[in-house]
């Protein structure tokens, strides 16, 4: 069964360098919000890097332990973390993350502009090597309106008031360990050279669509095509949707390089 985690912090400590935000939990941190009436989803907190081998030597990484095995969807949020996205600052959002227990974990971030929310794709790891660093890169600019699933943020989606992570784990949750280290801005893809980032480059349209979704992909090789309702349920397995009723859908692509899931609109 597959789970998510939103998670949802108060920034209290962070850093600007060149005017893009950057935070590497040496010298600041993420609080956790307690949410009125909701179950005890999650602890957070700075804590000793587990692994220093690989990409992070650093001393420090933040800590997220899943406590408990309620609904999916669970939320914790980085409440005005700072940085202004656009063209000068860079769009770009990226961190190292590491799971001590899961293989295979799907991110997502929602980032709040103006007080409204946007999403980004879904960056998925599958054979993930348990206690190993990874670094995932997400681009703001490309981020679609939470409310109507289309209309994407742009080349300019101004001051980042919110961020929440999603994490979606697959499995029984209650006692997972994730860590992520490292936020950095940028104002170019720097994960150029990995498959990481190759999957990020992956792209959808038209979208709305009608029907046919024309897939580009540079650097990989589509090996099959997973199309879901909202519900979770697989509908189709190609890139055609012109036989499903209209509304919003999730168009997973596996390839060489991974995994990706982009959302899609039938109108």
């Known amino acids: 069964m597959i789970k998510n985690l939103l998670l949802t912090a ?3 400590m962070g850093g600007l360098v060149y005017g893009q935000y950057s935070m590497d939990f040496e010298a600041g941190t993420l609080t956790p919000i307690i949410r009125g009436g909701a179950a005890a989803q999650a602890t957070a907190m700075n804590a000793t ?18 406590t408990d095995t309620a609904p999916s969807w669970r939320w914790l949020a980085i409440s005005n973390p700072g ?6 600052n860079g769009t770009w959002y990226k961190f190292k993350f590491l799971s001590a227990n899961e293989t295979s974990v799907d991110i997502q ?32 600019s490309e981020a679609v309106l939470e409310s109507d699933g289309a209309t994407t943020a742009g080349a300019e989606p101004g001051y980042l008031s919110r961020l929440d992570f999603k994490i979606n784990a697959t499995g029984t949750y209650d006692g997972d360990v994730f860590y992520i280290d490292d936020i950095q ?11 990481i980032n190759a999957i990020n480059e992956l792209a959808v349209y ?16 589509i090996n099959s095509v997973e199309i879901y309702n909202v519900a979770g349920s697989l509908v ?11 509304g919003v859908y999730f ?7 991974g995994s990706v899931t982009k959302r899609i609109v039938k109108n």
Do not use: H
């Open 206 to 221: 038209p979208n709305p669509t009608r029907g046919e979704v024309n897939i580009v992909s540079p650097g990989v090789t």
């Open 83 to 88: 940085g202004t996205y656009d063209a000068t």
């Open 49 to 66: 890097n587990p692994v220093t081998t690989g990409i992070n030597s650093s001393a420090t990484a933040f800590e997220i332990n899943l």
């Open 185 to 195: 801005q940028n104002n170019a893809v720097t994960l150029s050279a990995s498959k």
């Open 10 to 12: 108060c920034l209290t």
């Open 236 to 246: 189709n397995s190609s890139a055609d949707l012109t036989n499903l009723v209209n």
């Open 109 to 140: 971030l929602e980032p709040w502009f103006g007080g409204v929310r946007y999403v980004t794709n879904t960056v998925s790891f599958s054979g993930l090597t348990l206690n190993t660093w990874y670094e995932v890169e997400f681009n703001f």
């Open 251 to 257: 168009m997973k692509l596996n390839t060489d390089a």
